[in-house]
C-alpha cells in the first residue's frame, strides 16, 4: 500500500472565533480503509467538508491522487472521483429512485454501465424499489440509495459521514456488512461518533479531539492508547 | 434479478408526443376557426404568447425550483429592441433573433443573484430588478418613449412586401407556442432536464453528484429568457402597443401565476394555467379593478390551497403518494 489516494496537510479551518480544525494532517492510501472517531464538535464533519470542498481551508493543502484541490469547487471535486455522503441522509425525496440513479450518472466522469448498475442495485437490495419515490423509503433504504447513487458514479474515494446514524441495532449490523464488502469496491474514509463500526471496518483510526489530531494508528493501537482511553473512549460518549 | 434495474429515459416518447401532436393540431385549428371572429382570434392569439411565455417561466420556476419576478421585464427588453430596430428598417424577422438574444443575455445576467440567494430570497430580489427594469423603461425614453409608450407598431412583412396581418399572424403565434412546448418536452427529457430538477430539489447534493450547478443555472435563465424575448418580440406588433405597463411585475406575477396554477413543473398544467387565465384579462376588461383582485386572489388560492395546481389535483401527487408509501412501510415495521 504505497499508492497514496488522499493527502491532506496541516488544515486549518477557522469559524469566527472558533477554530474548528487545528492543523490536521491526513495520508490516505488507496484500497485502506481510514476511520475518524472523535467526539461531537470534535471537526470531523468540518474536516470532510473541508476535504470535499465545500469548505474553504483558512490554510492547509489537499491532494487526490497527487493533484491538488485547491481552489476546486464540490461538483469538479466530485468529477475527479471523490464523494460524500452527508450526516443526515440525503436523497431527492420526490424524485423515484431510478430517476436519483440517472442523476447520479448525468455528470459522472466514468460512469458505470447499465449492466453494472443494475448489479450495484441488486448487491444494496434496492432493485426491487426502482419505481418508489426515494422520499417514501425507510431511513436504510434511503442509505442504500445513497450508497447507489455514489457507487454508480464509480469513486475513488468515498467519505461517509456517520452511515449508521439513526439505524436500529439490526440495521446498523446489516450496514456494517454492506460497508465491509464495499471496501472491496471503492476506498473509503468513515465518519464515526463511536468505536463500534470504526473496529470493524477500518484499517486506520484518526482520533479527533477539539480539532487536533489526537492519536492515529490501528484499532487495536487506538483501544489501547491510554491518552485515547483517557481523553476519549473513557467517557459515557464513546 | 440481476440486470432488472432500468437506467435508460424516463417514459417512452410516444406518451409525450401524443399530447403535443393533439396540442399542435388544436393550436394550428384555432385560428382558422375563428377566422370570423377577429376579436376572438385576437383573445387567442394572445393566449399563444401566453403559452409561450409561461413555458419559459415553467423551466425556471418549475423545473429549475427559480421563481424569476422579472419575467415580464426580460421580455419587454425584448419587445423594445425589435421594435427600436424595426423602426430603424430592420426586418421583423432579422430583429426577432436579436431580441430573443438581447433578452437571453439581460436574462443570464440579472439571474445571477440566484447563485446567491435561495428559494423566497431570490424572488424578492427579482421583484427588484423588475421595478428597476420597469424605470428603466420610463427613463430611456429615447428608446421607449417613456410612459407615453410606442404605439402603431408596424406589422411584420413577408416576403413579397405582404403584411402578417389576421390569421397568418394567429397562425405564427400558434406555432412558437407549439414549438415552445416541444422545446421545454425535449429540454426536460434531456440530461439538461435531469441537471436542473436535481438543482430544483436539492442544489448542494446536485453540486456533490457533480453537476455544475453555477453554470446549469445560468444556461437556465438564459433559455427560459430567450422564451420571455420570443413572445416579447411576437406581442409588440400584435397588440400594435407597447409601454412599460405592458411588461411590469403584474405581467410577471400573471406568468407566474399560470404556471403555478396549471401546475408548475408538469409540461401541460402550465399551458392549462395559460388557456384558462390569459383570457379572462379579456373577460374581466370592463371590470377593470376587479380583475386586479381576481387575480390576486387566485395567487392567494393558489399557495395556500392547490401547491401542486391543477395537475396535480388530477394526479395524486409524488408528495402524497410518498408519505402514503411511508405510513404504510412504518405500519409494516410496527407489525
Sequence with gaps: ?238 | MTGSFKTGGSASWATALGPLAAFAVIAVALPFAFAGNRYLAFVIGVTMIHVTWTSGMNLLYGYTGLMPLMFAGIAGISAYTVVDLTAAGWSFWAALPVGAFAASVAGAILGLPSLRLKGFYFTLCSLVIQTVITLGFVYFAGLTNGDTGISQIALPTLPGGVSLVGTPYDLVLSIAAVASVAILIAIVRSSLGRRLIAIREDDELAGMLGINVTGYKVAAFFIGSMFAGIGGALYAPYIGFISPRSFDVLISMNIWLMVAFGGRGTIWGPVVGAALLAPLAFLLQDYYMVKDIVYGLLIIAVIALMPGGIASGLTVSRKVSASVARLNAEQRKLK
Design chain 1, 1 to 238: 500500500m504505497t499508492d497514496v489516494l488522499l493527502k491532506a496537510d496541516a488544515i486549518f479551518r477557522r469559524f469566527g472565533g472558533v477554530v474548528a480544525l487545528k492543523g490536521v494532517d491526513l495520508v490516505q492510501y488507496r484500497g485502506e480503509t481510514v476511520g475518524m472517531i472523535g467526539p461531537n464538535g470534535s471537526g470531523k464533519t468540518t474536516f470532510v467538508n473541508v476535504i470535499s470542498g465545500h469548505l474553504r481551508p483558512n490554510s492547509g493543502t489537499v491532494a487526490f491522487e497527487g493533484r491538488s484541490f485547491a481552489g476546486r469547487k464540490p461538483f469538479q471535486i466530485a468529477q475527479a472521483g471523490l464523494t460524500r455522503t452527508y450526516q443526515a441522509v440525503r436523497v431527492f425525496g420526490e424524485l423515484t429512485v431510478r430517476e436519483n440513479v440517472a442523476t447520479a450518472l448525468v455528470d459522472a466522469t466514468d460512469p458505470a454501465t447499465p449492466d453494472q448498475v443494475a448489479e450495484l442495485a441488486d448487491w444494496l437490495r434496492i432493485g426491487h424499489r426502482q419505481e418508489s419515490p426515494a422520499g417514501s423509503l425507510t431511513l436504510m433504504e434511503q442509505r442504500q440509495v445513497e450508497l447507489l447513487m455514489r457507487l454508480v458514479q464509480r469513486p475513488r474515494l468515498m467519505m461517509l459521514d456517520e452511515p449508521v446514524g439513526g439505524l436500529s441495532s439490526a440495521e446498523v449490523r446489516t450496514m456494517i456488512a454492506l460497508l465491509a464488502e464495499l471496501k472491496t469496491r471503492c476506498t473509503i474514509f468513515v465518519i464515526e461518533h463511536t468505536m463500534k463500526v470504526i473496529r470493524e471496518l477500518a484499517d486506520k483510526v484518526v482520533v479527533l479531539m477539539a480539532g487536533e489530531k489526537l492519536a492515529e494508528g490501528s484499532p487495536a493501537e487506538i483501544l489501547a492508547d491510554q491518552r485515547v482511553i483517557d481523553r476519549y473512549l473513557g467517557s459515557a460518549d464513546a
